[in-house]
């Protein structure tokens, strides 16, 4: 049974006291390698969106590592689909307006794309219907000699939940591995709506894979990238995830968290931030009100117990009146339809951790 740590808001103790305290009682202190490179990986938000990680906590975090004679460096890849984190330049600018910049965390800011280095990991073993054969990731990731990996917890509208798994999984990866996973649910026009010909979704298709014809769209499968945006930019709802799709996705996700972390040559450690507990990701701007109280802090070195202790202590918290109709348990699959705990069930098949844990206060 894996230990998650637990740093509770409740304790009414100043949070970044709160998250010394946490790391200072867990193993992270004797894992960071003196003099070698820690990679900490993070979203550092959509241009718009104010729920994402806040930096003074990722400062933090530096300042625990640059404690302990390690290098740190802040890292994350670029998006799959068009917007301000679509190329390093573009990220690079989105996380200084965002606070994340060297002066300010007193580490290097690292944005990886498809023209870095990559490192291809097959995978072996293919469970619960997963199409990937293989997942590629920046070399530079998976050669640091620590890899400390922060998520925001939060909704997320094809995975339930967004916490460690899905930060590794999608976060980790290159643009083609995610375009891969996003291909097992790419949004189908439903002939039944009541399409009005408006042409938005062929118009701001990134690839140009739509086209309007007899008034309808059509779309090259062959040249659309997944991302979704003539599903949410259809001013009339006309397309739809299909059949299932969610928990296709989710189960790609799973495989490709475990090949990231079986590809990684360091140490790695997870730490969950379970405050602004919004219904969407990061990547959206806006992502919506928060659903329920601040919760805490939780540290693991097992990515899939902390996500499940993040479930429920999601479920556990108090629920903001007015801001859903969900109910617990699993309160943010509910809200997205789907099941939060596919993409962790898959990722302990493939033995990355497991649903069991001992939630230790602290």
Known sequence: MSQVLFFSYANDINPLSGLQRLISKSPLSDMIPKDEPVAIKLHMGELGNIRYLRPALVRKVVDIVKSRKGKPFLFDTVVSYPGERQTKKKYLRTAAGNGFVKSSMNAPVVIADDEDEQQTIAIMNRIDGCQLKEVKAPALLLQSSCLIVLSHVKGHELTGIGGAVKNLGMGCVSTATKRAQHHVNMPLFNEESDCDSCGRCAELCPTDAIELVDGKPERAVAECIACGTCYIKCPSHC??????????????????????????????????FIQDVVPLCDCAAASGKPIVQDVGITFSLDPVAIDKASIDLIDQAPIIPGSTSAKPPDLLGKIHHTNSLIHLETAQKLKLGSIKYELISV
């Open 239 to 272: 397309w739809v995830w299909p059949p299932r799709a969610k928990e296709k996705l989710q189960v790609c996700l799973g495989h490709t968290a475990s090949a990231v972390v079986s590809a990684h040559r360091g140490k790695i450690a997870f730490v969950n």
